[in-house]
């Protein structure tokens, strides 16, 4: 999960990023293709408000259950769903203003799955 990586990384580096040298990577891929998205995402969850992005982080990053980052933050649950809420939209309508999609393709119906 390389966005993951990238994004701890973000946090506590000391802003020097290790050196590309490999041939594959300076093509221009698939691979570079999801490493700008990923440039974007961190970069919009550095733009979210500490409050939104203390929870996104906890929750999506550290993976913690969210019923202990509402314990650990002295907040309720359902304010912890919403500030989860907010910031999803945020990085959502942010990343979509750059061209991103980070919705899923909507499902074929299960008839036209059949018929093919």
Same mark, same amino acid.
């Given at each position: ?7 701890? +990384? !973000?946090?506590?580096?000391? +802003?020097?990023? =290790?050196? @590309? &040298?490999?041939?594959? *990577? ?9 490493? $700008? ?24 990053? *550290?993976?913690? &259950? ?5 314990? *650990?933050? /002295?907040?309720?649950?359902?304010? %912890?769903?919403?500030?989860? &809420?907010?910031?999803? @939209?945020? %990085? /959502?309508?942010? !990343? *979509?203003?750059? +061209?991103?999609? %980070? %919705? =899923?393709?909507?499902?074929? =119906?299960? !008839? !036209?799955?059949?018929? $093919?």
């Amino acid at each position: 999960m390389p966005f993951v990586r990238k994004f701890r +990384g !973000a946090k506590g580096s000391s +802003g020097s990023e =290790p050196s @590309r &040298t490999d041939s594959a *990577e300076s093509a221009p891929s698939a691979g570079s293709a999801l490493d $700008a998205q990923n440039d974007i995402l961190v970069e919009l969850i550095k733009q979210l408000r500490p409050k939104l992005r203390i929870v996104l982080v906890k929750v999506y990053v *550290e993976r913690k &259950t969210r019923q202990a980052v509402a314990d *650990e933050l /002295r907040i309720s649950r359902k304010r %912890l769903d919403q500030r989860l &809420t907010r910031a999803l @939209r945020c %990085l /959502r309508v942010g !990343a *979509e203003a750059r +061209g991103i999609n %980070l %919705l =899923p393709e909507p499902a074929a =119906p299960v !008839a !036209a799955k059949r018929a $093919a």
